[in-house]
């Protein structure tokens, strides 16, 4: 949302309603400023960020920035990466999401090293309702300062074996799918 054209396509993709939003900043959140926006919120939301008002302000902001005087200038204005929240994979009720790591040591000839990464388990048991931001994303790990879960950070092996019991999946899944995914 960097851009008039990107505000007004998510504007125009939030009127329909129907599935929430995740707002992300696009550079370096690792986790804070990510909000989740309920299908009922999420148009409000595209209006008061990308609207007639935030148009308004911006050019308050850019009239006030060329009388300044010389000196330090404010931070840039925060871009944001609007995405369509999907249905989330859940074990035991809580939402499951997969992290996997590439490095890229080299390009010519190429060298690159993979990890299957971990798999992480939000703290709070999933509905599409909740407030809990930490029911919905899963780089917050606190209420209110306090650490939450033992349980957050999953191996592969782990996850396998609850998609087996839970979801019924062949002991071949995470090998045959998820990996060929990754």
């Known amino acids: 949302l960097s851009s008039p054209a990107e505000c007004a396509q998510w504007m125009e993709a939030t009127k329909a309603g129907g599935h929430g939003w995740m707002l992300k900043p696009t550079v370096g959140s690792f986790g804070r400023g990510i909000t989740y926006l309920p299908p009922d919120k999420a148009h409000a939301e595209a209006l008061e960020r990308c609207g007639a008002g935030a148009r308004r302000r911006r050019s308050l902001r850019r009239r006030r920035l060329l009388q300044q005087k010389p000196g330090p200038r404010p931070q840039p204005r925060r871009s944001w990466l609007a995405m369509r929240y999907v249905p989330p994979m859940l074990v035991g009720g809580h939402k499951v999401e997969l992290r996997s790591y590439l490095l890229i ?29 930490a029911a919905h994303i899963l780089n917050l790990r606190y209420d209110g300062g306090k650490m939450l879960g033992d349980d957050h950070f999953w191996s592969w092996r782990k996850l396998g074996r609850a998609l087996r019991t839970e979801h019924r999946l062949g002991p071949e899944h995470m090998e045959t799918v998820v990996r060929a995914e990754v």
């Open 105 to 133: 040591a080299r390009t010519r000839p190429l060298l690159a090293f993979t990890h299957e990464g971990i798999a992480r388990r939000a703290d709070f048991a999933y509905d599409a309702a909740s407030s809990k931001p």
